[in-house]
C-alpha cells in the first residue's frame, strides 16, 4: 500500500503549522522527515495515521494493506508505551486480543517477531527489568505483530543513548533487509535519516513546508560513511534550525 499526501495544510487556532506539503510514501521504503524544533513533523505523522484532520488536503491510500494486516496504519513511540505489569510476551500479544485470532495463530505471531527483534529469550520478562533499547525493541515488535501496511515512527531512537542508537539502527536495518516495511520515521537526528531513509524529507521551520526531498540511492546495508548527504541535509537545516531556535527563546 502507497501513501500519498495531497496539498495538506494545518493550523491550530493562529498558529499555521504546516503549509502545502505533498509527498509519497512509496511501499516497501522509509521516508524520514526532518526539521527544526516546532516545524510540524509529529503533526504531519499524526495526520498521516489518520488521528487528526488536516485543515486542508488529504492523505490518500493507494493499493490494499499486506494479507492479515490487522492494523494498516501503526505507530512507534519515542517512550515506548510499554505496560509495566505485563511481561514482553503479554506487551506484544495485548495488540492481538482484539482480534478474532485463534492462540494457535496469536502464539505464532508472538513467536515470530520476537524472534525477528531478537528477543525470544525476554519474553518472561518484565518491561522495568529491560533496558531502554530492549523497550524500544519490544514496542517495535508489538508493531509488527500486526503486520501493518505503515509503520508510523515518532523519534524512535531518541530517548535512547549513543550508543544503543547505533544498535537499533543496525537492527532496523537488519528488519528491513529480512521484510520490507513501509514507514514513515520523523527524527531530529540527521544520521539517523541518512542510515535509514530511502527518502529524506526537510521540512522547513513552521510553518512546515517541504524544502528538498533528497533520495539516497545507496543500499541500507552499504551506507558506511554518508557525510556527504548528512552535510548536505545540514546546508538546508541550519539557518532554518537557527531561526526556529530563536523564535522559540523569544516565543
Ligand atoms: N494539539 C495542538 N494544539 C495546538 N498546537 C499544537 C498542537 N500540537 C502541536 N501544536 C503546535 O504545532 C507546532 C508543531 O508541533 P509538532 O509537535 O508537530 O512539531 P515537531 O516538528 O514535531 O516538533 P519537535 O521537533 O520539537 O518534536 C508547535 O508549535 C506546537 O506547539
Not at 117 to 134: E, I, N
Not at 185 to 208: D, F, I, K, Q, W
Amino acid at each position: 500500500m502507497d501513501l500519498t499526501v495531497e496539498g495538506l495544510s494545518h493550523r491550530y487556532g493562529d498558529t499555521e503549522v504546516l503549509r502545502d506539503v505533498s509527498l509519497d510514501i512509496p511501499a516497501g521504503r522509509i521516508v524520514c522527515i526532518v526539521g527544526p524544533s516546532g516545524c510540524g513533523k509529529s503533526t504531519l505523522l499524526r495526520m498521516i495515521g489518520g488521528l487528526e484532520r488536516p485543515t486542508v488536503g488529504a492523505v490518500m491510500q493507494r493499493g490494499a494493506p499486506p494479507r492479515g494486516s490487522l492494523n494498516p496504519l501503526t505507530f512507534v513511540f519515542q517512550d515506548f508505551a510499554l505496560l509495566p505489569w505485563r511481561t514482553v510476551d503479554g506487551n506484544v500479544s495485548l495488540v492481538l486480543e482484539d482480534h478474532a485470532l485463534s492462540r494457535a495463530e496469536r502464539r505464532t505471531i508472538i513467536d515470530d517477531v520476537l524472534a525477528r527483534t531478537r528477543l525470544t529469550d525476554f519474553a518472561g520478562a518484565l518491561p522495568r527489568q529491560l533496558s531502554g533499547g530492549m523497550k524500544q525493541r519490544v514496542a517495535i515488535a508489538r508493531a509488527l505483530a500486526v503486520n501493518p501496511a505503515v509503520m508510523l515512527m515518532d523519534e524512535p531512537l531518541s530517548a535512547l543513548d549513543a550508543q544503543t542508537r547505533e544498535l537499533l539502527m543496525d537492527d532496523l536495518v537488519a528488519l528491513w533487509l529480512r521484510e520490507r516495511f513501509t514507514a514513515v520515521y520523523v527524527t531530529h537526528n540527521l544520521a539517523e535519516a541518512v542510515r535509514l531513509g530511502h527518502r529524506v524529507v526537510v521540512l522547513s521551520r513552521r510553518p512546515g513546508r517541504i524544502r528538498e526531498v533528497v533520495e539516497i540511492d545507496a543500499p541500507l546495508d552499504a551506507r558506511g560513511a554518508m557525510e556527504d548527504v548528512q552535510s548536505h541535509l545540514w546546508g538546508l537545516m541550519r539557518d532554518e534550525a537557527r531561526a526556529a531556535d530563536a523564535e522559540l527563546l523569544d516565543g
